[in-house]
Antibody
Framework: EAQLVESGGGLVQPGGSLRVSCAAS????????MSWVRQAPGKGLEWVAN????????YYVDSVKGRFTISRDNAKKSLYLQMNSLRAEDTAVYYC???????????????WGQGTTVTVSS | DIQMTQSPSSLSASVGDRVTITCRAS??????LNWYQEKPGKAPKLLIY???SLQRGVPSRFSGSGSGTDFTLTISSLQPEDLATYYC?????????FGQGTKLEIK
């Protein structure tokens, strides 16, 4: 069974940095685009970033460009999100998610982790 | 960026009712439209992809339609377990934006 498990969330001060991770199991990780999606308290879902199978293409929502970096290690079957210059508005549950179909994006995300909570506050 | 607008923002319906949620894109997205169900405390679940394809394991009472800018999610006969918030998402171009969500309540 395909599974994703996030870790690394926590409390960080405004302007600080944090790296969240996502460990994959039960599927061929290197064959799929992967994404990060977040949900602020009481708010809707916001797509944050995604990354191609080999890491050669990365895309971000405008609000995190230049501050967040998505990366992956296919040997470790892991996805990462490095978050710098954090702001209060980055407070959210961060989910990693797998694209539905191997070798192609654009068809939704069918496997999600349980989420990790990032709180930015002094 | 492509804006996704859902309507209504919330709705209340009875068990057995036919329920329709609409999603409109700010520009044409072909059929690159996905629907998710989110229950409290749980991760989102993919229901429909490519506008009308039912994800494996999803009950057949869920269906999707539309193309271009206007899309619909229909629940043919509402069940108590369908209490949730529903989101549309475009996957035509990055950023892959979500609609604001539709909160479905059972009368």
């Amino acid at each position: 069974e395909a599974q994703l498990v996030e870790s690394g969330g926590g409390l960080v001060q405004p302007g600080g940095s944090l790296r969240v991770s996502c460990a994959a199991s039960g599927f061929t990780f290197r064959s799929y685009w992967m994404s990060w999606v977040r949900q602020a308290p009481g708010k809707g879902l916001e797509w944050v970033a995604n990354i191609k199978q080999d890491g050669s293409e990365k895309y971000y929502v405008d609000s995190v460009k230049g501050r967040f970096t998505i990366s992956r290690d296919n040997a470790k079957k892991s996805l990462y999100l490095q978050m710098n210059s954090l702001r209060a508005e980055d407070t959210a549950v961060y989910y990693c998610a797998r694209d539905l179909l191997p070798d192609t994006p654009n068809y939704g995300m069918d496997v999600w982790g349980q989420g990790t909570t990032v709180t930015v506050s002094s | 960026d492509i804006q996704m607008t859902q309507s209504p923002s919330s709705l209340s319906a009875s068990v057995g009712d036919r329920v329709t949620i609409t999603c409109r894109a700010s520009q044409s997205i072909s059929n690159y439209l996905n629907w998710y169900q989110e229950k409290p405390g749980k991760a989102p679940k993919l229901l429909i992809y490519a506008a009308s394809s039912l994800q494996r394991g999803v009950p057949s009472r869920f269906s999707g339609s539309g193309s271009g800018t206007d899309f619909t999610l229909t629940i043919s006969s509402l069940q108590p377990e369908d209490l949730a918030t529903y989101y549309c998402q475009q996957s035509y171009s990055s950023p892959y934006t979500f609609g604001q969500g539709t909160k479905l309540e059972i009368k």
